[in-house]
């Protein structure tokens, strides 16, 4: 909006009653430019919040599984084996589904490099397979009683067999989000190496033995 609109806008709203020539052009200029300063600020503002959401929510949710994991091992302890064993996925495929959720609609979209949007589309699937199946698995926890349905068994197989493929999709996303973002400087080079390690870790120690299993 240009200046002169701005504090035509703004002499109607401060002036008082009767008052008309109380604000001189200067004040006028001066009250202008502060209104200009508090938008670019807010633009500013907003942009390092949507930068930085894909990053918060990641730590929120991997916070999410480890208290719920903590009050799963909790539960599971009072109920049924089978029943504690469905816990023990839901409360990973509930946090990642929310993560999957708020990443298709809410995480800024990469304009930079083309391997960037890819990226963000690997990982999204990533979360929405891992998500999906845990819940299989949350279906199959019964696989281990005597009389456990053979959709169960089912389910849980499948469940297992679509975690392991998804983890390793979404670790091919993570890796070529962590090299795109190096090499765009949308982060730091050394941020993007320990995120890429961490990454790698949590895959391997859910390779190794995912929760619930």
Known sequence: MPPSLISSALLEVVRPPGALDTLTSAELSRLATSSLAKGEGGAVGEHLRARHLPAVSVVLTLAAVVVLSLVGSLIANAVPEWLGHGVGHAVVAVPVAVLAVVALRAWPAPKAVAPSRAARRVVIVGLLGVATGQLLEVIGARVDEPNALVVEEASHTAGQIVTMLSMLVLLVGTGVAAVAAARTGA??????AVGFVLALA????LFVGAPGA
């Open 187 to 192: 982060a730091p080079k050394w941020l993007v």
């Open 202 to 205: 949590v895959f391997i120690f």
